[in-house]
Structures are given as C-alpha cells and as structure tokens.
C-alpha cells in the first residue's frame, strides 16, 4: 500500500475555477501534514502547513481528518500561476522525515 | 529570506566515481535532510541529520552513501561508487525545529555516466 497516496491527474481547469485536491496516507502515527508545490524540474516549495482545525491562506484551504487519514486542499479562483504540481507530504519518525505523494498535476487555462 | 543553497546545480560522474554534493542549510537551523527524487518519480528521503549525527535512514541509504558536517555551514552528501540508478536530482532541506516545515534547496542534478 502507498504510503501516501494522491490522484496523479492531470487537472485542467479555467482561470477562475474552484479545485480540490484529495490524498490519503496510511502511517497512523504521522505527526505534521503538509501540501508543498513543485514546478518542473524545480524542488519542492511549501504551500501550507495543514490542521486539524482546518486553516486557511488567501485562496488555498486545507483540512485534515486523522480518523479517516485523509487530507485535502482546495484552491478558489484559480490563477494560470497556479499551475504546477501539488505535493501532499507527511511528517513521521524521530527526524520528522518527510513522506511524499507522487503529486496532483494542475493546468490552469487561460 | 534565507535560503538553502545547494552546490553543484549539475554534476556529470563515470559510473564507479566518488560524488560529493554541497548544502549551505539556513544558517540557524539544527535539522538536516538529503531527499532524492529520479526523473518522473516522487520525492524519497534518504537521510536526516541532527546534532552531529544521523538520526534516521532509509533503505535507500546503503553503505555506499554517507553525510557530513565538515564547518559550522555545510552539510555534504557523498556517494561513494555511484551506479547508473544514483541518477536523480538530490535536494538538500533544513529546518530550525523537527516539527516545522522544512526549506527546500533548487536541488543538485546528478548524472552517471
């Protein structure tokens, strides 16, 4: 099983758009959650930390169920610079290393 | 705002050679990481490193690789006989407190031969 798993996409949505992104994990004993973005060939560049509470920045939202392991993040009125890839990543162990989906590709049209 | 920089950005290596890849963490924080991520495929952590020391390790992390703080500033990565599937791109990321996001470098591009 994945250890954090993410659906690949591609998502292509107008400039304007509502659109969520979904990602569950399976380490129960996950410690911090995180959405990061990655452009192409480019490292990984932190979104957002993400809550129990759900917590909000600007367009972006993130939410997070530890019962069901589930977290999610919804982007408003989506701008053509949000296009890249969405990182849904998990911090667990000793050394809070990082687990990483494979990542949610967004195009966001003109 | 204070980056983590990574040196080389490419490095071209013959199979069989020794490879030492450069991080200049945040210069106040205390927690170290290498990642690596091959071409198409997700992030993976290799190693973790806090007070002189690693704190954890991943499979991938065999005996062919090893990290160090030589100064008060830089963290290195070296591999010591690189394979063609050490190809990837490796980044470097730091972060004051383990329970706080970590900060990513641009990332060093490393090509075997």
């Known amino acids: 099983r994945k250890e954090v798993e993410q659906d690949p996409g591609p998502f292509n949505v107008p400039e304007g758009a509502t659109v969520a992104f979904n990602c569950t994990y399976s380490?129960?004993?996950?410690?911090?959650f995180f959405w990061y973005r990655q452009d192409c060939r480019k490292e990984p560049k932190l979104l957002m930390s993400v809550y129990s509470s759900g917590n909000e920045d600007g367009r972006f939202t993130a939410q997070l169920n530890r019962a069901s392991q589930y977290i999610s993040l919804l982007i408003r009125d989506s701008k053509l610079s949000d296009s890249a890839t969405y990182l849904c990543v998990v911090a667990s162990g000793s050394a809070r290393q990082l687990t990483f989906g494979s990542g949610t590709q967004l195009t966001v049209l003109p | 705002e204070p980056e983590v920089t990574q040196t080389p950005s490419h490095q071209v290596t013959q199979m069989g050679q020794e490879v030492i890849l450069r991080c200049v963490p945040i210069s106040n924080h205390l927690y170290f990481y290498w990642y690596r991520q091959i071409l198409g495929q997700k992030v993976e952590f290799l190693v973790s490193?806090?007070?002189?020391?690693?704190?954890?390790k991943s499979e991938i992390f065999d005996d062919q690789f090893s990290v160090e703080r030589p100064d008060g500033s830089n963290f290195t990565l070296k591999i010591r006989s690189t394979k063609l599937e050490d190809s990837a791109m490796y980044f470097c990321a730091s972060t004051e407190f383990s329970n706080q996001p970590q900060h990513f470098g641009d990332g060093t591009r490393l090509s075997i031969l």
């Open positions: 490193f806090y007070n002189n020391e690693i704190s954890e």
């Open positions: 380490n129960s004993a996950s410690q911090s």
